[in-house]
């Protein structure tokens, strides 16, 4: 009996027994709450209604953010790029990920990364910075100087042991990636794994000292997103991250509480460099399945699509 069915014969058998879910205590609500959710959520739309649809399809904010919580929100806005090169995060999908957080009841929301090129022209081109005004001022950031990280040991790691990372984010209760589905000269790809690079200081690091696949496995299990929504409104299919190159229009946005299994879904769904690809065939994602931080094998997730 494959996942699917099982969860579909799992509620059957609650509801034939007349075990009412309000009549559960705490634990057993949550355990039941999480197991009654597809593994992915696949919208289909304009950037804003997909990305509160495919959260919605794997329960809506409130099962990631609960009243009170920090939070960081971390998207792809370190190109002074507009939203039609797909090497930022739309920043409608931004938008509407900080408006669900806080109807979610969040204590407080910051948007943070590290910039590559201008940081003031990053947030103003990408479009980001005006999307979380709209919302709330002061919240969006490119932090770039030291005085905002904190050098925080790796527990977990086989190469990279240690790192400055953000200090906000060494003090969230809730890391939510939102990177733009785009191409990557040294890792293959940059999705939600990748993007988390942009959280701490001193990058260069991963990419000359150590393997970069490694330390990119390294680094989610410090700082593994809570919550994945990947912007597929555009793929930056060749030429990233920082392009030019050539763009896709999918329209559609992916989420999921596993990290890993977004981006393997989202390798499998698009071309890239002109091919078709498998989640094994990149890198980092085999390296993160193999040391247990999600899953690559899709074909054994619950998916669920919509159209909005």
């Given at each position: 009996m494959d996942r699917r069915n099982f969860l579909k014969w799992q509620a059957a058998g609650l509801v034939c027994a007349g075990v009412a879910f309000n009549r559960l205590g705490p634990a057993a609500r949550a355990i039941a709450a999480e197991t009654a959710w597809p593994d992915l959520g696949v919208a289909k739309g304009a950037p804003a209604a997909a990305a509160r649809a495919a959260v919605n399809l794997i329960g809506g904010m409130p099962r990631f953010v609960k009243p009170g919580q920090k939070v960081v929100i971390k998207p792809n806005m370190s190109f002074a790029m507009g939203?039609?090169?797909?090497t930022n995060t739309h920043p409608e999908v931004v938008r509407e990920v900080l408006i669900m957080c806080r109807e979610a009841g969040a204590g407080s929301v910051r948007v943070l990364d590290h910039a590559l090129q201008n940081p003031g022209l990053s947030l103003e081109r990408?479009?980001?910075?005006?999307?979380?005004?709209?919302?709330?001022?002061?919240?969006?950031?490119?932090?770039?100087?030291?005085?905002?990280?904190?050098?925080?040991?790796?527990?977990?790691?086989v190469a990279m042991r240690n790192n400055l990372f953000m200090k906000d984010v060494l003090e969230a209760d809730v890391i939510i990636a939102v990177p733009?589905?785009?191409?990557?000269?040294?890792?293959?790809?940059?999705?939600?794994?990748?993007?988390?690079?942009?959280?701490?200081?001193?990058?260069?690091?991963?990419?000359?000292?150590?393997?970069?696949?490694?330390?990119?496995?390294?680094?989610?299990?410090?700082?593994?997103?809570?919550?994945?929504?990947?912007?597929?409104?555009?793929?930056?299919?060749?030429?990233?991250?920082?392009?030019?190159?050539?763009?896709?229009?999918?329209?559609?946005?992916?989420?999921?509480?596993?990290?890993?299994?977004?981006?393997?879904?989202?390798?499998?769904?698009?071309?890239?460099?002109g091919l078709k690809y498998e989640p094994r065939?990149?890198?980092?994602?085999?390296?993160?399945?193999?040391?247990?931080?999600?899953?690559?094998?899709?074909?054994?997730?619950?998916?669920?699509?919509?159209?909005?």
């Open positions: 939203p039609e090169q797909a990408s479009g980001i910075l005006d999307a979380c005004n709209s919302v709330q001022r002061g919240i969006c950031h490119q932090l770039m100087d030291g005085q905002f990280y904190a050098e925080a040991a790796i527990p977990q790691a733009v589905a785009k191409s990557h000269g040294g890792a293959g790809v940059s999705l939600a794994l990748k993007g988390q690079m942009g959280l701490i200081l001193d990058r260069w690091v991963m990419h000359s000292r150590y393997s970069l696949d490694a330390s990119i496995v390294d680094l989610n299990t410090k700082i593994k997103p809570h919550l994945a929504v990947i912007d597929a409104s555009r793929v930056l299919s060749t030429g990233g991250p920082g392009g030019p190159g050539k763009v896709l229009t999918p329209g559609e946005v992916i989420a999921s509480a596993d990290p890993v299994a977004a981006d393997a879904l989202t390798v499998a769904s698009y071309e890239w460099y065939q990149v890198s980092y994602l085999r390296l993160a399945h193999e040391r247990g931080l999600g899953r690559m094998d899709i074909e054994n997730l619950a998916i669920q699509r919509t159209t909005i």
